[in-house]
């Protein structure tokens, strides 16, 4: 018997704030929208879909509520003494001012 050694280099999750606050909500009635019913045969797209469910014609505002209120409270910091050092994509788009609220200077 033959085998082959796969070696995985650890895998980090960032969510940098790189999606608008729309696009996260929406991306939650995606799966709805394309697989529970058949509403992607009516609607073009998830966001039509959305607004007709909620009978709403902006959801800008409904979705930055709801960004702020839930979405960002789930997230957890990346906490540098416990993971190690940040990766270094990370860094650099950190130093570049990409990500906010990390120290920029420090990364330098």
């Known amino acids: 018997m033959m085998g082959i050694e796969i070696v995985l ?19 939650q009635y995606w799966f ?4 529970q ?4 045969k009516r609607y073009d797209n998830v966001e039509e879909y959305v607004k007709a469910k909620l009978k709403i014609r902006d959801l800008e505002v409904l979705a930055k509520q709801w960004y702020e209120n839930v979405y960002s409270s789930m997230l957890m910091p990346y906490e540098e003494n416990k993971y190690g050092y940040y ?6 788009a950190i130093a570049q001012g990409l990500i906010r609220g990390y120290d920029q200077d420090r990364l330098l």
């Open 9 to 27: 280099p650890r895998v980090y999750k960032f969510n940098c704030g790189v999606k608008s606050p729309k696009r996260v909500f929406l991306r």
């Open 32 to 35: 709805e929208w394309c697989v």
């Open 37 to 40: 019913t058949d509403a992607f």
């Open 87 to 92: 990766p270094k994509v990370i860094r650099k």
